[in-house]
């Protein structure tokens, strides 16, 4: 089972930029689709952002349309998320994921978590 390190989090100003690092190692991430969700204070994990191996498609969550890019390089089994533009309620523990369609939404595929990174945006 692949294990999945997320890294670059951390506090920035409102409008600012970070950009998210997910790190894999005990396999390849070679033929899966990605994901990024995040986790904000009181509230549920959310799905943010997906790529599929094959052809890079990319799919995002309508609150990061336009703000947010996923992609991902298959050499170094590394998948990134660069945000723009930042905003208050991107606060959040951000979390990478092997995923799946549930029918309904975008799920962790194999179900365990990394420790996540922590981004605060302050107003």
């Known amino acids: 089972q692949v294990q999945l390190v997320e890294s670059g989090g951390g506090l920035v100003q409102a409008g600012g930029s970070l950009r998210l690092s997910c790190a894999a190692s005990g396999r390849t991430l070679s033929g899966y689709r990605m994901g990024w969700f995040r986790q904000a204070p009181g509230k549920e994990r959310e799905f943010v952002a997906r790529?599929?191996?094959?052809?890079?498609?990319?799919y995002y969550t309508d609150s990061v349309k336009g703000r947010f890019t996923i992609s991902r390089d298959n050499a170094k089994d590394t998948l990134y998320l660069q945000m723009n533009s930042l905003k208050p309620e991107d606060t959040a523990v951000y979390y990478c994921?092997?995923?799946?369609?549930?029918?309904?939404?975008?799920?962790?595929?194999?179900?365990?978590w990394g420790p996540g990174t922590q981004v605060t945006v302050s107003s």
């Open positions: 790529i599929n191996w094959s052809d890079s498609n990319t």
């Open positions: 994921a092997v995923i799946s369609w549930d029918g309904r939404t975008y799920i962790n595929r194999f179900g365990s």
